[in-house]
């Protein structure tokens, strides 16, 4: 995780490996006083959100506002908060975790790909029935081999999944998904592009072979691109999933600003840290997205 602070403010971008970027090569880059514009991706990120909380802070506003002068007024209430869980060892203790977290969450996220198609859909049956009447997003991260997926996509719409999110690998091209579009079952559920989709110049390309994109902070590289992302998938009518990374309160409350403009959000990232040292979005016993009324950021230490 790289942290920049300025002022008594502080924003945050995560390190993913995906994008092979070195923590070390980063922080020798800043020091040496490489412009912004041209840092690796998490910098210019973490620089970025520390500008506009700044800005916003100054002003008494927060990120939202931001977003609303060029996004324009909210498409409807918050979408409910989503929770999501790793592919499975143990499919009893799986089912035991489904049916508690579904006890507030109406939004579950199911992580697939394992290399066993056969587990892929015991995952998704379990789930199921230990929450029937969640909504369940398939993420199945390209572990699906374009002749597989729409085969898997038809066996698993008996299980009424409210999408399926990067069932190809992002590497294949744009062909493969065209391919994908061609041979998808009639009824199938929304089929959202995450990693085929980093910034906006991805969208022109996708729309038409996908439904939805995932929008994530550190893919696009500033909160502004984020905002350019959600406008480019309203344009070509795509539906959009608000995502994030392994992250801290402080970053997930930075992509939470905005959720209003989302169809779906999935940014539980901070609870899989072992010590959450910021505090910022919460979520009500029903599931729903809680924002902190503060300026900028609006997430504070603990």
């Known amino acids: 995780m790289l942290r920049v602070s300025r002022d008594g403010h502080v924003a945050e971008a995560p390190f993913v490996p995906y994008y092979g970027e070195d923590p070390e090569v980063t922080l020798t880059a800043i020091e040496s006083g490489t412009p912004i514009a041209h840092l690796p991706r998490t910098a210019r990120l973490a620089f970025d959100l520390l500008d506009l ?63 066993d198609l056969g587990l892929d859909l015991a995952t998704v049956s379990v789930a199921r029935l230990a929450a029937p009447e969640a909504s369940l997003l398939l993420d199945v991260n390209g572990g699906w081999d374009p002749t597989e997926a729409p085969m898997m996509i038809w066996k698993l ?65 500033s909160f502004d691109g984020a905002i350019d992302m959600i406008a480019g998938a309203r344009r070509l009518g795509l539906g959009v999933l608000l995502g994030c990374m392994i992250e801290s309160s402080l970053g997930t409350t930075a992509a939470a600003h905005l959720a209003p403009w989302a169809d779906w959000i999935d940014l539980d990232g901070h609870f899989y840290l072992a010590r959450d040292d910021y505090e910022g979005i919460a979520y009500a016993s029903d599931g729903s997205l809680v924002m902190p009324a503060r300026p900028g950021i609006g997430a504070v230490p603990r």
Not at 176 to 182: E, G, S, T
Request: charged residues 25%; hydrophobic residues 40%; contains cysteine.
């Open 53 to 115: 909380d700044l800005a916003t802070g100054a002003a008494g506003e927060t990120l939202g506002a931001h977003a609303a002068r060029r996004l324009g007024p909210p498409r409807g209430p918050l979408p409910p908060g989503c929770r999501s869980l790793g592919i499975p060892d143990d499919l009893g203790l799986f089912s035991q975790k489904v049916s508690g977290l579904a006890k507030q969450f109406r939004v579950l996220k199911l992580k697939l790909g394992s290399g």
């Open 157 to 221: 719409m008996d299980y009424r999944p409210t999408l399926i999110e990067q069932p190809i690998h992002h590497t294949l091209g744009l062909d493969v998904w065209r391919d994908l579009r061609a041979e998808m079952p009639e009824g199938a559920p929304p089929i959202y592009a995450d990693e085929s989709a980093q910034t906006v110049a991805d969208l022109d390309g996708l729309a038409g072979y996908v439904d939805g994109v995932n929008v994530k902070l550190l893919k696009c590289g």
